[in-house]
């Protein structure tokens, strides 16, 4: 069974920075982009990051390039997500996805259950 455990997510003050980890079990991911979208209240889903299978390609929203930082370790099936200088508008729901059957931006085939990050002015 496939599983993706994300952690990491709390309660922070604008301007803090968070790591978010996503753990993958169940199958080997390390030939297999991996990424992180967030989901605010009362907003749809929205792209983040994604990282290459080899780590050596990074994506960024617009909202969150310069600030966020996606990273892997391949051999033990973990991404991480660097996020720095947060501001309250970063404040959702923030989940780790894998393997996407078409453009790295769009879906996945595989989900985490999220972790709240919540940043307060």
């Known amino acids: 069974q496939v599983q993706l455990v994300e952690s990491g997510g709390g309660l922070v003050q604008a301007g803090d920075s968070v790591r978010l980890s996503c753990a993958a079990s169940g199958r080997n991911f390390g030939v297999s982009t991996m990424a992180w979208f967030r989901q605010a209240p009362g907003k749809e889903r929205e792209f983040v990051a994604a ?19 996606i ?18 508008e970063d ?8 393997d996407p059957p078409g453009s790295y931006f769009a879906d996945y085939n595989y989900w985490g259950q999220g972790t709240q990050v919540t940043v307060q002015v």
């Open 51 to 69: 990282i290459s299978e080899t780590g050596h390609y990074q994506f960024y929203g617009d909202s969150v390039k310069g600030r966020f930082t």
């Open 91 to 98: 404040t959702a729901i923030y989940y780790c996805a894998a």
């Open 71 to 88: 990273s892997r370790v391949t051999d033990k099936n973990t991404v991480y997500l660097q996020m720095n200088s947060l501001k309250p």
